[in-house]
């Protein structure tokens, strides 16, 4: 049966935030009557990890205004927070500025009210279950799930993210020990740490400021010891808002050492006129796509080998309800960061003997009583990390991005063989398209990924736009575009 004499089916694997915004986006912007299934085992579409988190000190990280599913009505979770009354239930919703900063699962909560009634309707299916085998079979796809069940999809997007770091090899002797959390994202995880324990968290990033503003919730007294190899802590917001500062598209770097002293000059020059670092990185963010796209592939590397923790610490900002938590926590001698790496970890009667090699100091020996990984992701292990990929790689129908960051696709986001050709019904959605598009971590530039594939999907299955879509999202048009300089203007 051809294509234009029935339904046409398009697969969605993964249902974090990625998979659910395409999925709402492609139903909202084109006539379709296709069968659009999402697989996703959690019970909820668009949580995934971050989104899903009962604690109540994970916080995101940006203020409500700047968090929406629609790039046309940046306000929209901002009302939604308004409409649920938060403040009645959270003291410490406002920040300083008068800036709401909600708890992480009220966007969750957000993204599961906008996408329910598509899913009521049939418009939009979730099935819960893992995806274990994607085979080709002629111009379709065949899906095998953890349910034993099989879809023929025309289309798949892949929309899952970066597996979890691997346990460090130091802390392998100790796997299993009950003071060993690696599981953060677990609302139970902390449980085995007492408040008086000392502990050592490996890893400076989001998670790591999560970690202690969590122990800090539980009543933790003890210290805390936070590594990493730079020692590298994440940054917070400006004092007040700022206007994106320096001009990155004009003339970009082809060169990494060059883009990266453009950068360190901006940030001098806009210290002088009186603004922060913070509007550098803001103004680089917004023109990430145009200057990614003037980088050859070995540039690309240099900078995510060299520059990707700077950059991480300040692009990634906290929360100002957790930045005072680290702050006071440092400033009262209960915190402190440092720049090292793990050596050996040996159990001890009440916890861990550590060795570390303290950068520029030597070694240095700890005795914790818990540790906590908290590594990022593991971007290079991305096709090893389900089944499915891995089938896919070794079948030639995908490859590793050439940066490491992820999955090789086009500008058009069509995953890349090992040959380098497009396929043209196999799409690559969210952060593990990163490598191509240069900024695809925050919740802004992944929803217009998400608008962008949703045009792209369309466009394959010949699915006509609404006119009063169209008509009110002429940009919506250039996104991503290989012509275009725009990515992710929405971002502050």
Known sequence: MSLA??????AVVGGGFSGAAFALHLVRHYRTTAEIVVFEP???????????????????NVPAERM???PDQPDSFLTFVLSKQEHAFDSDLYAPDGSPYPRRRLFGDYVASEIGPLLASGAVQHRRASVIAINRLMDRWQIFDTMDKRLLADVVVIAATHPSAGLPAP?????????????????????AIDSDDRVLIIGNGLTSADVVASLSARGHRGTIVSISR??????????????????????????ASDLIARIRAAVHAAQEGGQSWHAVIDAVRSQAFATWQALDPPARRRVVRHAR??????????????????DQAVSDGRMTTMAASLKTVQPRAQGFRVALDQRHYGDVVLDVNAIVVTTGPDH????????????????????????????????????LDAAGHPVDNLF????????????????????????????????HLALAELPEIANQHATFQTIHEPSSSRLGAVAK
């Open 309 to 326: 923790p700077f950059w991480d610490a300040h692009r990634f900002r906290i929360a100002p309800q957790v930045e005072k938590i680290l």
């Open 380 to 415: 290079g292990r991305v096709l090893q990390s389900q089944p499915f990929f891995k089938e896919l790689a070794d079948t030639g129908i995908l490859q590793a991005c050439e940066t490491g960051l992820g999955i090789a696709c086009d500008q058009n986001s069509n995953a």
């Open 171 to 191: 802390l392998l002797p100790v796997k299993g020990h009950p003071k060993l959390v690696t599981e953060v994202t677990s609302s139970a995880s902390l449980s």
């Open 42 to 60: 959690r019970e909820r579409l668009g949580t995934g990890l971050a989104y899903s988190t009962p604690d109540n000190a994970h916080r995101i």
């Open 68 to 70: 929406s599913l629609y």
């Open 5 to 10: 004499s029935r339904k046409p089916v398009i």
């Open 230 to 255: 730079r020692g590298l802590r994440s940054r917070g917001h400006p004092q007040t808002a700022q206007e994106p500062f320096g001009d990155f598209t004009t003339s970009p770097s082809s060169k």
């Open 428 to 459: 690559v959605l969210g952060p593990l398209a990163r490598g191509t598009f240069g900024e695809l971590m925050g919740l802004p530039q992944v929803t217009e990924h998400a608008l962008f594939v949703a045009r792209k999907v369309a466009q």
